[in-house]
């Protein structure tokens, strides 16, 4: 097995992974032309890709999830993590409505790889075989990783002309992008004293949001605005994913410090401006200051 050499930033939207999966597979089974099942809002019975084992062998259909990993508050999102439920669904429907005789059925998506979700699925494959039905693999987005990194025509076809990340070093560019324009927002700059509590607390939360996934939210429609999957997580450089882990614990720390004293009235509101014992200001602007100057400058970013 080849070694992994390089991070590849998953799809940002569905249709791309589908794009993406449908090549994995004519690489991984040799089928020249794997077929997408249907079209947009057609039923497509747990099924996105098939095709044929060499061109003409087993047959073998994908079903592809691009899935989102955390909320605004680092929580898994409803649906975001794969979970028994989700594979046992998808199955079902394979066995309801997909007519042709399948060998293996594959379930692919861009989360993590997670072992308890692959001993399930090896029960359900065994299960399936035993009574004569079709198997049942995973392939998480680590497996894609591996087969890109093997595979060069895939990897250059795929990122250099879809996606358009040609190398890790794009690829943090990308991130670090979307965060300096994270830490160019007003509540970085403002003094404190003029900030309005909510949208104070908020930005922090969008920001630290960013930092950890990869998606910056417009601040008025909720929107995402800005996407690079993973975040931090996705940074190649360790130093700079440890700087940005750095960020994020002090703005951490900042939300709360400044939560608590809203909560015990020594932070006070009065007109549009906040009353802040001058010790305090001077310690919450500071620990503000620590986490966007000093982190991010290290990172690459510039100063705000």
Same mark, same amino acid.
């Given at each position: 097995?080849s070694?992994?050499?390089?991070y590849?930033?998953?799809?940002?939207?569905?249709?791309?992974?589908?794009?993406?999966?449908?090549?994995v597979?004519?690489?991984?089974?040799?089928?020249?032309?794997?077929?997408k099942?249907?079209?947009?809002?057609?039923?497509?019975?747990g099924?996105?890709?098939?095709?044929?084992?060499?061109?003409?062998?087993r047959?073998?259909?994908i079903?592809?999830k691009?899935?989102?990993?955390?909320?605004?508050?680092?929580?898994?999102?409803?649906?975001?993590?794969?979970?028994?439920?989700?594979?046992?669904?998808?199955?079902?429907?394979v066995?309801k409505?997909?007519a042709?005789?399948l060998?293996?059925w594959?379930?692919?998506?861009?989360?993590?790889?997670?072992?308890?979700?692959?001993?399930?699925?090896?029960g359900?494959?065994?299960?399936?075989?035993?009574?004569?039905?079709?198997?049942i693999?995973?392939?998480?987005?680590d497996?894609?990783?591996?087969?890109?990194?093997?595979?060069?025509?895939? %990897? !250059?076809?795929?990122? *250099?002309?879809? #996606?358009?990340?040609?190398?890790?070093?794009? =690829?943090?560019?990308?991130i670090?992008?979307?965060?300096?324009?994270?830490?160019?927002?007003?509540?970085?700059?403002?003094?404190?004293?003029?900030?309005?509590?909510s949208?104070?607390?908020?930005a922090?939360?969008?920001?630290?949001?960013?930092?950890?996934t990869?998606?910056l939210?417009?601040?008025?429609?909720?929107?995402?605005?800005?996407?690079?999957?993973?975040?931090?997580?996705?940074?190649?450089?360790?130093?700079?994913?440890?700087?940005?882990?750095v960020?994020?614990?002090?703005?951490?720390?900042l939300?709360?410090q400044? %939560? !608590?004293?809203?909560? *015990?009235?020594? #932070?006070r509101?009065?007109?549009?401006?906040? =009353?802040?014992?001058?010790?305090l200001?001077?310690?919450?602007?500071?620990?503000?200051?620590?986490?966007?100057?000093?982190?991010?400058?290290?990172?690459?970013?510039?100063?705000?």
């Amino acid at each position: 097995m080849s070694s992994i050499t390089q991070y590849f930033q998953p799809p940002l939207y569905w249709q791309q992974f589908e794009d993406l999966t449908a090549g994995v597979f004519s690489a991984v089974y040799r089928d020249p032309k794997p077929t997408k099942f249907g079209r947009p809002g057609q039923s497509q019975n747990g099924v996105d890709v098939y095709g044929y084992e060499n061109g003409n062998g087993r047959l073998i259909a994908i079903q592809c999830k691009r899935m989102d990993e955390l909320d605004e508050n680092n929580q898994p999102q409803p649906g975001g993590a794969i979970t028994h439920k989700i594979i046992d669904r998808e199955i079902k429907e394979v066995r309801k409505g997909f007519a042709k005789p399948l060998d293996t059925w594959v379930f692919a998506t861009t989360a993590k790889r997670d072992a308890a979700v692959q001993r399930y699925a090896m029960g359900l494959d065994k299960e399936s075989r035993d009574v004569g039905s079709f198997g049942i693999q995973l392939w998480f987005w680590d497996d894609f990783i591996t087969d890109l990194n093997r595979h060069h025509e895939l %990897q !250059q076809w795929y990122y *250099q002309h879809v #996606i358009q990340v040609r190398s890790s070093d794009d =690829q943090d560019k990308i991130i670090l992008e979307m965060l300096g324009e994270a830490f160019a927002r007003a509540a970085f700059r403002t003094p404190l004293h003029q900030e309005t509590p909510s949208d104070f607390i908020k930005a922090l939360i969008d920001t630290q949001h960013a930092i950890n996934t990869g998606e910056l939210k417009d601040r008025e429609t909720r929107r995402v605005i800005r996407k690079a999957i993973g975040g931090r997580r996705a940074i190649a450089s360790k130093p700079v994913s440890d700087w940005l882990r750095v960020a994020d614990e002090k703005l951490q720390q900042l939300r709360e410090q400044f %939560q !608590q004293n809203l909560g *015990q009235t020594i #932070i006070r509101q009065s007109g549009g401006l906040l =009353q802040i014992p001058s010790a305090l200001q001077s310690s919450l602007s500071a620990l503000r200051a620590d986490a966007v100057a000093e982190a991010l400058r290290q990172a690459g970013l510039q100063p705000v």
